[in-house]
Nanobody, 123 residues
């Protein structure tokens, strides 16, 4: 059983940067591909970024490509999402997830989910 806890959300202005952190416990973190997802009210869950278990392979959603960076530190059981050039449309609840399949994360299929952290970007 893996527990995921996100932190780092909050209020930001357009153009600002934020870094989200997802801390994992209770499992073999380095075995899991990790993903960041977001969901705004009335919208479907969106895949923001995915990273392979060893951190070498990353994928990004089209709306964040070039602005967001996913990374992980397996020694600290932590995955990060560095968000730059924030836009009001980035406002959402951001959640991290762990999956044994990097491919499955593309479809928001995961074994474990965090509770989410709110990011609000004002114009």
């Amino acid at each position: 059983q893996v527990q995921l806890v996100e932190s780092g959300g909050g209020l930001a202005e357009a153009g600002d940067s934020l870094t989200l952190t997802c801390a994992a416990s209770g499992g073999t973190f380095s075995s899991y591909a990790m993903g960041w997802f977001r969901q705004a009210p009335g919208n479907e869950r969106e895949v923001v970024a995915r990273i392979s278990p060893n951190g070498i392979t990353t994928y990004y959603g089209d709306t964040v490509q070039g602005r967001f960076t996913i990374s992980r530190d397996n020694a600290k059981n932590t995955v990060y999402l560095r968000m730059t050039s924030l836009k009001p449309e980035d406002t959402a609840v951001y959640s991290c997830a762990a999956s044994l399949s990097l491919f499955d994360l593309r479809f928001a299929r995961a074994q474990y989910w965090g509770q989410g952290t709110q990011v609000t970007v004002s114009s």
